[in-house]
């Protein structure tokens, strides 16, 4: 997935779901910047404490819900989602900078679909790039619609 974003190393990047940060360690080495998003507060902890032994000085690591991404340090030139999600929401792809890009999987177990999404003149479209099977990240459950 981070391959498939093409990382500059003049971009700002979004982790969103970084865990221990091992995604975001390689993020760190490839773009200015990194903003570590994670929702659950002991993950939060042990990445800061990973990401700091590893001198990633330019990763910054916040808590909080991953569907709503970060907006304080938005726009980002690229965002990672770390797991499976039913699908990418509007809140995470309006954090994306013009020329952006995000990776993420759409779908559940193991019919999951790698998309790059791509933000250019204010319109945001995305193309299938190949399967995958990921875990999914918890908070972007996709929500039952009524059934009779």
Same mark, same amino acid.
């Given at each position: /997935? %981070? $391959? ?12 969103? !779901?970084? !865990? ?5 360690? %390689?993020?760190? =080495? /490839?773009? =200015? @910047?990194?903003? #570590?998003?994670?929702?659950?507060? #002991? /993950? ?6 990973? /990401?700091? @032994? ?8 916040? $808590?909080? #819900? ?12 690229? %965002?990672?989602?770390? !797991? ?10 309006? $954090?994306?900078?013009?020329? !952006? =890009? ?5 779908? $559940? ?18 193309? =299938?790039?190949?399967? #995958? ?9 996709? %929500? ?5």
């Amino acid at each position: /997935l %981070i $391959q498939l974003a093409e990382i500059n190393p003049t971009d700002s990047a979004l982790d969103v !779901g970084c !865990g221990t940060g091992y995604a975001s360690a %390689i993020l760190s =080495r /490839l773009a =200015r @910047s990194v903003v #570590a998003l994670e929702s659950d507060s #002991a /993950l939060a902890e042990t990445a800061r404490s990973t /990401l700091s @032994s590893l001198g990633c000085g330019n990763v910054t690591v916040v $808590q909080g #819900a991953l569907p709503q991404g970060h907006a304080a340090q938005a726009p980002y030139d690229v %965002i990672l989602v770390g !797991g499976s999600v039913a699908e990418v929401p509007v809140t995470l792809l309006d $954090q994306l900078a013009e020329g !952006g =890009r995000l990776v993420a999987v759409e779908g $559940q177990g193991n019919s999951g679909v790698a998309r790059l999404f791509f933000k250019a003149g204010g319109v945001v479209t995305g193309r =299938r790039a190949f399967n #995958a099977a990921i875990k999914p990240l918890p908070g972007f459950e996709r %929500i039952r619609a009524f059934e009779f």
